[in-house]
T-cell receptor
């Protein structure tokens, strides 16, 4: 089967840096994505890693190590509006469907 | 921007009713998906479609069916609603990354 593991909750203060880890077990792994979801809202796409290494998009970066079946989302200069749930998701070769992790709830404190 | 529209934000239905959840996308995407989201369980794939009249089961298809008669519309059908189908239902459209609709919170009483 396929599974993803990520912490259920992370707390950090405004201005800090936080890392949300994701480990996965899947056959035919193709890529790892991250989605953000605010309470009451729909998930929105943040980033995608198909190759090993770091992808940077403004304050957010995402990392992938295919050999370790591991990735993370790095959020810098945290703001209150970053309080949300963050989901990692894997896609497998030959398909556009994603398998999602159970989500990490990030609380940013003033 | 891709827009994915789900017809209802909130629905309350009775046990045993047949329920239709509608989803429409406006970017000519071939791929569409239905997920349900429950606390502690994340998003679980119910059904998906790669083209008109084409459908494939996801991880939890039991009690559901789908219809894709037109490219822009993907409908989720609960044949006989049960209380364990009370959930948030999310539709997504994709040619790579997903664009989600705003969700339908369904309560079955």
């Amino acid at each position: 089967g396929q599974s993803l593991e990520q912490p259920s909750e992370v707390t950090a203060v405004e201005g800090a840096i936080v890392q949300i880890n994701c480990t996965y077990q899947t056959s035919g792994f193709y890529g790892l994505s991250w989605y953000q979801q605010h309470d009451g809202g729909a998930p929105t796409f943040l980033s995608y890693n198909g190759l090993d290494g770091l992808e940077e998009t403004g304050r957010f970066s995402s990392f992938l190590s295919r050999s370790d079946s591991y990735g993370y989302l790095l959020l810098q200069e945290l703001q209150m509006k970053d309080s949300a749930s963050y989901f990692c998701a894997v896609t497998t070769s030959g398909t556009y469907k994603y398998i999602f992790g159970t989500g990490t709830r990030l609380k940013v404190l003033a | 921007d891709v827009k994915v529209t789900q017809s209802s934000r909130y629905l309350v239905k009775r046990t045993g009713e047949k329920v239709f959840l509608e989803c429409v996308q406006d970017m000519d995407h071939e791929n569409m998906f239905w997920y349900r989201q429950d606390p502690g369980l994340g998003l679980r794939l119910i059904y998906f479609s790669y083209d008109v009249k084409m459908k494939e089961k996801g991880d939890i298809p039991e009690g559901y069916s789908v219809s894709r008669e037109k490219k822009e519309r993907f409908s989720l059908i609960l044949e006989s609603a049960s209380t364990n189908q009370t959930s948030m239902y999310l539709c997504a459209s994709s040619e790579g990354g997903y664009t989600f609709g705003s969700g339908t919170r369904l309560t079955v009483v």
